[in-house]
Structures are given as C-alpha cells and as structure tokens.
C-alpha cells in the first residue's frame, strides 16, 4: 500500500512483516530530546468492520495517558516529563497496520508502542515493533496464538488464551444445567481468518468432543461475509441446539437477523468476537437477548479502579462500558509504569522493566511468562436488555442466564 509522504520497507501481513528489514533504528537508543514529550503510539482499527473494538481501545489508551500527566507527567533522568499519545487509524487492515507502525517508528520517533485489536491486527504491528526494537504492549490478541508466532523480545501481549475463550460456553452449559436440556448437537460457523479458523476447526471440535457434545454442522466464511443464509438452513437441518459462531461485528449482526429470518431458534447461541461490542446489541436492540460471549473483565470484579474506570467512561462519553476500556488502559499503564522504573528513554531499559512486571492492575494481575504473554481469566456473558452480564461461574455471575435463547 503506498501511503502518500513517507516511505513504506515493505507491504504488509503477517509473512511480510516476519521478513521486513529494519528501516529506522530502536534498540537500545533513546531518540526523544531531552526536554520534549514522552512519546506513544498507537495502530488501532478506528473504522472499517473492527471500529467498535477501536473507540473503547482509544478510550482506554487515553485514559492511562490522561492518568500520568495528571500526576506531572512521568520523571525522565531526574526530570518529568509529560506523554504524547499519537493514535493513527489502521482502518481494519493490516497493510495499514504495518504501514502505520512504521510511521509511528520512523517519522514519529515514538519511544514505546500500544498494540491494535485482534491476531491479525496486533501481530503485524508487533512483528514490525520486535524487528526494529521498539517496545510494545499490547492487548487484544490471544495469548497462545500471540505466543506461536514469533519469539519476542520486543513485544508483550496480555489478553485471554483462546483455549479457555472456547471451552468456556461447554463449562458454563455443564455448570447451568443447560446442556440437559439440549440435543447435544452443535453447529459452528466461523470466519477463516487466522485465529478464528483455529477456533472452528480446532479447539471448539475438541471441547465439544471433551464435553459430549456432537458437532453436526461446521463451516469457515471469508471475514467481510454478511450472508449466511445458506450456513442457517444447514445448521438448521442438522438439529443443532447450540450454535457457536466467530465472524467480524457486521457479520454477527446481520447473522442473528438471518437466523430469525430463515426460523432458526438453537437454545444457545454464541457469538465471539462480532458479539462483542456495545454495537451489536444496539443494532440488534431485543434480537441480542439471549447471546452469549466470551469476557474477561467487569466492573463488578475486585480490581482497583474496576467500578472507578466504568463510572468515568459513562460519564465521559454517556455510553455503556465494554471490557476492552480495561485490558486497554492496563496495556498503557503497564507500559508507562515500565516507562517511569526505567528512569529513562533508552528503549532497552524500557524493555526490561516490562519484563519485570508483575502487580494488579484494573483488569486483573498482569505477570509476563518467557513467551512474552500474561492470560486474563475467563467467564462467560450474555447480552441482557442492552447490557452485558456475566452468567458464569456462578461464583462471579450478575445476572441469571437466559435460556433458551429467545427466537425474536
């Protein structure tokens, strides 16, 4: 993708990333002045299919950025200094990603980075941020995928493991009664995307296969799919009585409409990724009771600022919370506290000292492994009446589960 006024090393993805050359330098260099501001950036999708994940990313980089020059800023060799937060859009494609990242690197000078949303958007950046040795923690992008795709030095991820995301709807069907109450036939419908295809071809089949259950329908669809009336009447035919899905938020959307309009009514109903932003219940509005997702944080949770954070962002923005306010600012003020131990600009102090994290933060304890990862726990939601409540484990719900899933 040629972007207008800067030089691109190379176009992007995930494969040319992996083999992009350093075009500028990070290291160990601190390459700020010395009297200038503590300079942040971040790639996150502020349009195109992932937009809704992106406005609560942004919310909660900001936040933590807010939070430090409020305090005066964060000391830098003896003196503070306030921080910069440069957000550029990488519009829901990776190309932008890299492009992006690379701008940030090498015309912005950034001295850290924060990561995008979801693998196949934090992978490129963070690919660019661990050739060129700059710094980068990142949420958003599942621990154990994150993990395989590179041996990191330069970049930390802290987020749940897909693993646990795609077992939990199974547990939370054994811990309700629900499954019971059920066929034990399942049906999956999952975008071919990168991680999404491990989660339908992989790891939903075997918890399913683990916890009794007979998958009878599966199929992949490109990510920017939005009709799968075809996959509904197939699912349907098959007598599925839970349906897991993974697709894009306009998927997912127009997915629950479609199931209405092809009569299908399974008694569970799933929807990771695309059925988790605030946007999808409010297009869906009575359509989204009854679906469930995968979370990792509430303000219910015992976590210092937990109940703070969401009460700031309603009054703020006059909206209902999502998750990702949390896991977002975390991934900021782990980066800035790493920032303020350093002392220093030098990126390879930087580096070190997030290696060294280890404390409770707003979206719970954040430790990193030697894979460079730190895996958030956890529940399973479900949209209630515009608002997402946890219906599992029964020792964190909010809410009681609604089932079966209602058909309009």
């Known amino acids: 993708m040629k972007v207008p006024g800067r030089t691109v090393c190379a176009a992007a993805g995930i494969a040319l990333a992996t083999t992009l050359s350093a075009c500028g330098s990070g290291g160990g260099s601190a390459t700020a002045s010395s009297s200038g501001p503590i300079v942040i950036g971040a790639s996150i999708p502020l349009t195109g299919p992932l937009a809704g994940f992106g406005y609560f990313e942004k919310w909660g980089y900001q936040h933590a950025v807010d939070v430090a020059n409020k305090a005066g800023g964060i000391k830098i060799d003896g003196a503070k200094r306030k921080v910069k937060l440069i957000i550029l859009d990488d519009q829901t494609n990776p190309n932008t990603t890299v492009n992006n990242v690379q701008q940030l690197i090498t015309q912005d000078h950034v001295d850290a980075l924060l990561g995008s949303c979801t693998d ?39 987020f749940f493991n897909s693993e646990n995301l795609t077992e939990t709807p199974f547990n939370t069907a054994d811990q309700l009664g629900l499954k019971a109450k059920t066929n034990s036939k399942v049906a999956i419908i999952h975008s071919n995307g990168k991680n999404e295809n491990i989660i339908g071809t992989v790891e939903w089949p075997a918890w399913a296969k683990k916890h009794g259950w007979k998958v009878v329908y599966n199929t992949a669809v490109p990510p920017t799919q939005t009709q799968f009336t075809s996959s509904l009447q197939a699912a349907k035919a098959a007598g599925a009585d839970m349906l897991l899905v993974v697709i894009s938020p306009p998927g997912a959307i127009a997915l629950r409409k479609q199931m209405v309009s092809v009569g299908y009514a399974p008694k569970i109903l799933v929807e990771e990724e695309g059925g988790e932003p605030l946007q999808f219940a409010q297009a869906l509005g009575k359509l989204a009771n009854g679906v469930m997702v995968g979370g990792y944080w509430d303000p219910s949770f015992p976590f210092p ?18 998750q990702h306010i949390a896991d977002t600012d975390t991934a900021a003020t782990v980066l800035l506290q790493a920032i303020a131990r350093a002392g220093t600009l030098d990126k390879t ?14 979206a719970g304890h954040v430790t990193f492994g030697a894979n460079h990862t730190s895996t958030l726990p956890m529940v399973e939601e479900q949209w209630q009446n515009g608002k997402n409540v946890i219906i599992a484990p029964l020792n964190r719900s909010t809410a009681k589960v609604i089932f079966p899933l209602p058909t309009g």
């Open 120 to 158: 196949s958007l934090v992978e490129p950046g963070a690919l660019i941020a661990n050739r060129m040795g700059v710094p980068l923690v990142t949420p958003c992008a599942a621990t154990n995928t994150f993990a395989a795709t590179a041996k990191w030095t330069w970049a930390w991820d802290l």
């Open 305 to 322: 600022g937990a109940k703070q954070l969401e009460q700031e962002f309603q009054a703020q923005t006059h909206q209902t919370g999502s």
């Open 349 to 362: 102090a930087i580096n070190n000292q997030i290696a060294k994290t280890n404390g409770t933060f707003v």
